[in-house]
């Protein structure tokens, strides 16, 4: 086959004339940062998830950092998660130093196996973080009953999670909390960014307050006509909020998410018609309860050939890939704090080394995807 001329990237953001329009009016406004759009977006993402409150905070990082102090975590606590999620989650466990409880996946979905979490309870455990991986919605009805039954928070880790839907309820939608993130690699982008949801009025107190330095109100109430600029802190709190800027293309995006999934989907299926039957190749399977997923990432695993090499032979077909995610019991820090044995996640280890994500956003063309399944098959019969 002709190698093609340009780079196909692993991704890039789908943005058009509305968002280029909504980020420019607000420009013009003359109010910049947190501000009556941000309101708009954080509205917008309750109507979406059904959740009563949503904060926009300046990633998803800083969400789950938040949501680690605004529910006291402390030495001795512990949060049951999958090793095999990004780090940020797992940063955010261990600066708030609570200890992360590692639980094996499906190797197919790559989603955490819900069956082997009451096994990893005990007496310091606070909270479940399961991980809607790859646009997947994890088995909510499976964790929740075990949530309920040993009292435990549940963090839905739905960085993946725009437009996914679980038993007809979005991810966000199950009167837990949720972190969202708005990096340019997600279904919907912010540049950076990331949302909350919940439906808990303290928590939506607490959160307020942590966000932006402890200041009970938003500048925008008072610095507008009529506010009071003046205010008092009662607690420290960060700087993690967002910017109008920033929710103007969110707003924008979020009105086009189903188109945008949609695509995502169509993309997904020529994958599975070009790749189905390969030998050397395992393709991402789906969960088999009812969902939408949103596919936000195509994951295969490279079973035939080292990684490496394959990765460099994409290179050569002008491909771009990605790895999502080098399992997080493996990284230096997590195996020298939390000492994990070896084999006690032999699903996710048997994923780890092999999986490899292809290029996948809504502007590929059907033509880009048909080219990466011929490169594949060259390359596996090549090498």
């Not at 509205?43 to 990633?59: I, P, R, W, Y």
């Not at 979905?109 to 082997?116: I, K, M, P, Q, Y």
């Not at 945008?260 to 991402?284: I, Q």
């Amino acid at each position: 086959m002709e190698i093609r001329k340009d780079f196909l990237p692993l991704s890039r953001p789908s943005i058009g004339e509305r968002e280029i329009e909504a980020v420019v009016s607000c420009l013009k406004s003359g109010w910049i940062t947190t501000g009556p759009l941000c309101k708009s977006f954080e509205d917008k993402f309750c109507e979406l998830t059904g959740a009563s409150h949503a904060l926009s905070v300046s990633s998803g990082t800083a969400g789950m950092h938040l949501l680690m102090l605004a529910l006291g975590m402390k030495p001795g606590d512990e949060i049951i998660t999958p090793s095999m999620t990004f780090a940020s989650t797992l940063n955010m466990i261990s600066f708030s130093e609570a200890t992360p409880v590692f639980v094996d996946i499906h190797y197919d979905t790559l989603n955490v196996n819900a069956d082997l979490i009451e096994e990893k309870i005990n007496k310091n455990t606070k909270g479940i973080i399961p991980v809607h991986f790859a646009g997947a919605p994890v088995d909510m009805e499976k964790i929740l009953a075990v949530a309920r039954k040993h009292h435990l928070f549940v963090i839905e880790d739905a960085a993946h999670g725009p437009g996914s839907y679980y038993r007809s309820i979005h991810v966000g939608g199950w009167g837990q909390v949720a972190v969202f993130s708005f990096h340019p690699i997600k279904n919907i982008t912010t540049g950076e960014g990331g949302m909350i949801s919940y439906s808990d009025a303290q928590l939506d107190r607490r959160l307020r307050l942590l966000r932006f330095h402890g200041i009970e109100r938003d500048a925008w109430k008072r610095y507008g006509k009529g506010g009071n600029p003046d205010y008092d802190i009662k607690q420290p709190g960060f700087k993690y909020n967002l910017t109008d800027v920033q929710a103007a293309l969110g707003l924008a995006q979020l009105s086009r998410l189903e188109e945008l999934n949609r695509r995502r989907r169509k993309l997904a299926l020529l994958y599975r018609e070009g790749l189905e039957g390969l030998e050397g190749l395992d393709l991402p399977g789906v969960p088999a309860y009812p969902h939408v997923h949103s596919w936000h990432l195509f994951v295969i695993k490279v079973v035939s050939m080292d990684r490496g090499r394959f990765m460099q032979r994409l290179s050569d077909y002008q491909i771009g890939y990605g790895i999502h995610f080098p399992a997080g019991h493996h990284l230096a820090y997590i195996r020298e704090r939390y000492g994990i044995k070896p084999g006690e996640l032999k699903e996710t280890d048997r994923a780890n080394g092999r999986l490899l994500s292809l290029p996948l956003f809504p502007d590929m063309k059907d033509e880009d995807v048909l080219y990466v399944c011929q490169a594949i098959r060259e390359i596996l019969k090549n090498g």
